[in-house]
């Protein structure tokens, strides 16, 4: 009986404790974290403008200022340069390879990461339209 | 082939089918002819290092001068419509050079930005000549402007070299940019020019920036168009031809109808494609057709213009779309497409872009 | 019954479900005016086979569209006809042009049926001064007037080029096959069906080859072609200088009544000009419809004008950028999309080794041996119900 109610008192100080939880983000992690998207972000903006990327000189925003016309709400679609449902990370390879004559990026590479992080913000706020031409 | 010959033969004879519409007849009233010029724009010539360039650009242009060859009738000269270096290094200039001098035609130029902020025009200026000057044709008065200058501290005090100064310009979407514009001096120059050409003449007016307010951030953008637009405003028909663009365009403020060029290079989007901007495209424009944005020669071409009655039609010959035309309609008193106006005439890849 | 309501229902243009036979083909469109049954198709099958519809007796459509040579007349370079008379263009194979948007290498026809009555006409092929000596032998045999008669309703004297054709053209809508070893490794999972080397093919056929930039695949089926017309550089190298008075020259007789079939095939100048002869529009100088590369191993030499022997010299053209001899000069009118390719030798090897992976199930050279009487022309569609292709009967 003792150690039943012992047990019971114990689990309700354990309840009421004030420490944060794991699921709890703090707002200065919270802002920290948006940070570190936007460092990637401006250095997808890098890449975007520099021709580092090809072999020739082209830049991305050559044909894109600002990202536009790359509609990364509309992916994964099917891609008819490639034959099938795409993610844009492939689509951006097929412009690294063709346009750019470079050699194509891993899907997790950071730069193909920063990349599809800047155009992906030039299209914020813009509704998700998956297959859409 | 002689001028009675092919209006013989109709419609479907050699004029339909070297040029991508036939020829229009309307009547003068004998004070103007009819007559025809080409306009190849923006081809961009990008130099990679030693004997190479971007082949994109170059076969875009190659094409350009190769189909404006087989023109029948011939046109009575050709435009360039600026850009044609992407960095105005001299192999650029010289390669571009190379490639329009194999035009059976004379050929006038037209400054552009990426001609331009290597050295301020100095060897352009060697191979082509003035930088703006007017001609008269056939009864039509034609007026080139360098219309992409801008501020004299961004051109003169920012940049510590050329290179610099012209890497920085050839962003279009590059903040560090500066808005273009004609400048006092060119505006002076203008209104004395026009003040010898009387309302009645028809007025071309090219250049390479559009003479109106589009999107800033892009710089499709004349920073004193106002005043530009003022000092044409006495006339009765004016045209203003325009690249940089790289897209169709086309408007009417006034007396003056606008047209776009296309580029030989590549495409642009509409600034509307942009979504975290505010932008302002001429409301009759319908956008040129993309359906295949990853063809090479997807949404390029060059053009063909044929003036009647004071005014300009364009004719588009695009080497992987449908050819566009967009011509003065004398009812509704500005430039219409021909296929597309309507907005039940739109196809799909005008409606996505 | 409930069959043929489906088929009834489905509209002016009627699809058939996919088969085993089919993997890695769409449905097929049927037009709505020319169903397909049994008798019909063969009695089309008849039709492409009878020699007598030519001056000499000795042509009909199977000389150069021969089951034997992957439905054509490979090897040869251009097509031989009456008399032993050359064109200037190499024969397109009949297999899966069923699934073509147009027929002819410009695409100058625009359905099977319309395509049917040219070749009698033209005086390299068949040679015949006008349709009436065939209707004057399919209103008059015996075997046809019952057959027409069957098929269509139509009584001796009344059978029409109309029916004539209607009859080939369902006839060739039965030459179709899928089920490649291709088709079995990409659409159906078998991890042995091709070789590495057929693999690693396939992956530049995607990417460093840019191949599928015309010779489109979708997520579910392969046509290989994109249906639209290309300047590669075949052809129009050649006449480079001239194109500008060919051009011309060409525009002024067709509006003076020139027959554009007879010309392209009887003028090479004329041939090279692909799309053009057409359409008239300067973007189609030199210009020809992307073929499919199903069976294209069976069907060499290659391009319209049968000018480059092997598929390997075919990829070689390629590489060089959009020329058969390297270092030539590209012409003016090239398609934007041909360039450089920076291939090795070991990766032209592979691009051919996935191409020899196409051949449809039953398109083997071994087909050789078989027989007409045995039906041919049908043994792509051994796997197939009967039911499928064929309709119900009329």
Redo the contacts between chains.
Sequence with gaps: MKFRILVGALAISLCLGGTAQADEFADEELARWMDQFEQVAAEGRRLWTSPELGTNGVACAQCHPNGANTHPETYPKFQKQLGRVIEIWEMINWCLRNPLEGEPLAADDPKMVAIQAYLAKERSGVPLNPGQH | ?KRREFVK??S???I???L?VSVVNLAFGGTHDDFSFAYISDSHI???KGN?F???WD??L??A???T??L?PKPDFVMFGGDLAQLATKPELDHGAEMLSALNYDVKMVMGEHDYYLDLGEYWSELFGPQYYSFDHKGVHFVVLNSILTFDDWTYDRWESGERRMSEMA????PNGSPFMVGEKQRKWLAKDLKKVSSKTPVVVFSHSPIQKIYK??NFWTDDADELQALLQPFDKVNVIYGHVHQIQYNQLGNIAFNSVMATA????Y?Q?????ASHLPVLTVPMNRA???????ATGWQFMNMHSGRADLSF????NQ?RKVAFDHEQGHPVDASYQADDARI?PQK?? | MKFRLFLFMAGAFMTLPALAGDLGLPPLSIPADNPQSEAKIALGDKLFNDARFSTTGEVSCATCHDPAKGMTDSPLVTSLGINGLTGTRNAPTVLNSAFNKTQFWDGRSPSLEDQAQHPFLNPVEMGLPSHDPILEIVNSDEDYKSAFKAVFGVVAGEVTMDHVTRAIASFERTEIGGNSPWDRWYFGGEEDAISDGAKRGFQLFLAQGRCISCHAIEQDHALFTDHLFHNIGVGINNIQPQVADLAKAFLVAKAAGLDVDVAVLSDPNVSHLGRFVVDEQLSSLGAFKTPTLRNIALTAPYMHDGSIATLREVVVHYNNGGVTKEGDSVNSFLSGGIRPLNLTDQQIDDLVAFMEALNSAGQKPQQAMITRDNGTARTAMADRAPSAARGESE
């Design positions: 082939m033969l109709g479907t004879s050699l339909a089918g070297c991508p990008q130099h990679i190479k971007v082949r994109n076969q875009g190659i094409r001068v190769a189909e060859n087989l029948e962003g279009l979407d590059n951030g892009w590549w495409p642009w989007p600034p494609s942009y979504a975290q901007a295949d944005p990853f063809d090479e020669r997807d010959n695009l080497y992987s050819n799909a996505h872009y």
